[in-house]
């Protein structure tokens, strides 16, 4: 089928949806929803057989949506509308939500009802209940809607909230005074909740030092106390941890309220007024059920270490890609374990460096390039370990430098529904992490320029028959993590470990031979230079409008097909 999808942004649900319609063959394009014209424009030129709508916060124009099928992917329940369906779930506690795909009308998420999936809720934030649970019911509605399509007696279900079954609302927009935190009076787990219900967007706005913030990234604190309320007691690898009254949170990421500002970690932002506010130190490997702010931790089962590092969307700044290396370099070189797994952090594996801090530097083009090589260094050492099966699990989307770095592994698994972005180019960078070295290595030198030069995303399933990556597991979470575990167990005990490793070493040094790796970098890093020491380079234009959220004016032709002449 010819498939239009108009949306808002390419974001990764946009992504998810454009990758499964491609596996099952049909012919995509995708429109940016900029104005009424332009979408006009796009279906006149596309002709599509069915619009769909996985992100859409404008409304469609009556000329489109009366002379084709429309179906808007609503992240709600059956009879939930309005802007901030996720918003109100998480705030009011809701045990089981959903998503419902519904045919575009005049009145917004009102029309006839094309197929629905609900999930338990899950006790996190917004945009990570969107990464997952919603992603998951939107692929099956997807597919629903694709079959009822096809089905001459098919008949949509009306809205109708008589019905029994039709639980949700017309919700309005929430705001602020909703959201507000009582320090005062309200409880962690209040406190958590009114967080997760903003983040990532629009974030919880509270008062700190007489200035306002928008509040992300909240953890519950086990052990540090204070009697003052919303007082900060304790710092850590950027986060600040407030007392409550039961106990403390830490909020790992601020933004504050004035315009031209973007999300960074708090005590970046709060810098000199966090004076006499110690650093709390944590061990690598915490205590089982301890629950705080943790970036990287390590556990281990029969043989095989499981290192995660969940860094806030996926970016590594300096001092994180420095303290990944060093947990690596200790875990590689002290552990008793035949398998070392890199695990990533739970909405993303990575994103590469840390566009945001690197954005906020006095000196962007040293601390760029400093991050550069401390990712690059990272990489290496991954490349450099004769003497463990590696294994890269993309449970969580991975981009840019990020998903170069899984590729350093002797092995990459990913589960179902995880979505790679392995170029830099949308960045305006040739790209470094070896990736020169690594990407050609496993799909060949033509495929490689095309991934790096086309810039789409590709799923687990596509990424596997390129032999991107190796295998693909379960998307349900209970199963992937058994999956995993019994594919390292696998290989941890199998009787040719030894013989692998030996292998593994010969090619190294054959590999080394033929073009040392220092060369590679090298190579890399000399395109890389002026991108970032060039005051208007395209990079420094194009991380400017990524970190600010500036709003791209066109459809990138790499998606709009229609618009490529
Ligand atoms: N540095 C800082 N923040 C980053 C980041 C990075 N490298 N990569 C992603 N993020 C942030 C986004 O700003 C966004 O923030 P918010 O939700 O808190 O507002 C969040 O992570 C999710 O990213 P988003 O772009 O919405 O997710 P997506 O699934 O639509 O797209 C990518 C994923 C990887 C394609 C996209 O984020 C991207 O291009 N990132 C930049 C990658 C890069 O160029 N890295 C540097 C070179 S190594």
């Given at each position: 089928m010819r498939i239009l999808l108009i949306c808002s942004a390419y974001n990764g649900l946009t992504q998810r949806v454009h990758d499964e319609l491609l596996l099952l063959n049909h012919n995509v394009s995708i429109e940016f929803a900029l104005s009424n014209n332009h979408m006009k424009e796009a279906v006149e030129l596309f002709h599509p057989e069915l619009i769909i709508c996985p992100f859409l916060k404008e409304k469609i124009p009556n000329q489109i949506w009366q002379n084709y099928k429309c179906i808007i992917i609503h992240p709600g329940i059956i009879g939930d509308r309005g802007p901030s369906s996720l918003d109100w779930a998480i705030h009011e506690n809701q045990q089981e939500w959903g998503v419902t795909a519904l045919e575009a009308v005049e009145e917004m998420d009102a029309g006839d009802i094309w197929a629905n999936f609900n999930f338990p809720m899950r006790d996190t934030f917004k945009a990570s209940i969107y990464r997952k649970e919603i992603t998951k019911a939107a692929i099956k509605s997807l597919k629903k809607v694709l079959d009822n399509v096809q089905k001459s007696d098919f008949k949509p279900q009306k809205l109708d909230?008589?019905?029994?079954?039709?639980?949700g609302e017309l919700k309005p927009l929430m705001q602020q005074q909703h959201r507000t935190i009582n320090w005062q009076k309200d409880l962690t787990k209040t406190i958590i909740q009114k967080i997760n219900a903003a983040d990532s967007f629009p974030g919880l706005l509270d008062s700190m030092f007489d200035e306002e913030f928008y509040l992300y990234g909240a953890h519950k604190e086990d052990q540090l106390r204070d009697e003052?309320?919303?007082?900060?007691?304790a710092r850590r690898h950027g986060a600040i941890c407030r007392a409550t009254i039961d106990g403390a949170v830490w909020i790992s990421h601020l933004k504050a309220k004035n315009k031209n500002s973007f999300k960074l970690p708090s005590a970046t932002l709060l810098k000199d007024k966090l004076k006499g506010i110690l650093e709390n130190r944590i061990p690598?490997?915490?205590?089982?059920n301890r629950e705080t702010f943790k970036e990287i931790y390590y556990k281990e089962k029969d043989e095989v270490g499981y290192l995660h590092f969940n860094f806030h969307n996926g970016a590594m700044s300096i001092e994180q890609c420095v303290r990944l290396k060093y947990a690596y370099e200790m875990i590689r070189d002290s552990k008793d374990i035949q398998v070392l797994v890199l695990m990533g952090g739970d909405d993303f594996f990575s994103n590469g460096i840390h566009l945001n801090i690197m954005e906020d530097s006095k000196k962007s083009d040293e601390d760029g390039w400093s991050n550069i090589h401390a990712m690059n260094d990272i990489v290496r050492e991954i490349i450099h370990t004769p003497d463990l099966i590696t294994v890269a699990s993309l449970s969580a989307n991975a981009g840019a430098g990020g998903a170069i770095m899984a590729?350093?592994?002797?092995y990459v698994v990913a589960r179902h529904g995880v979505i790679l972005n392995p170029h830099y180019k949308t960045l305006g960078l040739h790209g470094s992490e070896y990736w020169t070295y690594l990407l050609p290595k496993r799909v060949g030198k033509e495929k490689a320029y095309e991934l790096t030069e086309t810039c789409l995303p590709i799923g687990a399933i596509r990424a596997q028959e390129m032999g991107l990556i190796d295998i693909v597991f379960n998307e349900e979470d209970h199963i992937y993590q058994e999956e995993l575990e019994n594919f390292c167990h696998y290989h941890a005990n199998k009787d040719d470990y030894y013989d692998f490793l030996d292998k593994k070493q010969e090619q190294r040094q054959k590999d080394e031979n033929i073009k040392p790796l220092e060369s590679y970098r090298n190579e890399e890093l000399e395109h890389m230079y002026k991108s970032f020491y060039e005051k208007d380079s395209l990079f420094n234009k194009l991380r400017c409008e990524f970190v600010y959220k500036i709003k791209a004016k066109e459809t990138p032709k790499r998606l709009a097909i229609h618009r490529k002449k």
């Open positions: 909230y008589e019905k029994e079954d039709v639980k003052t309320p919303g007082k900060i007691i690598l490997v915490l205590e089982e590729l350093a592994c002797d």
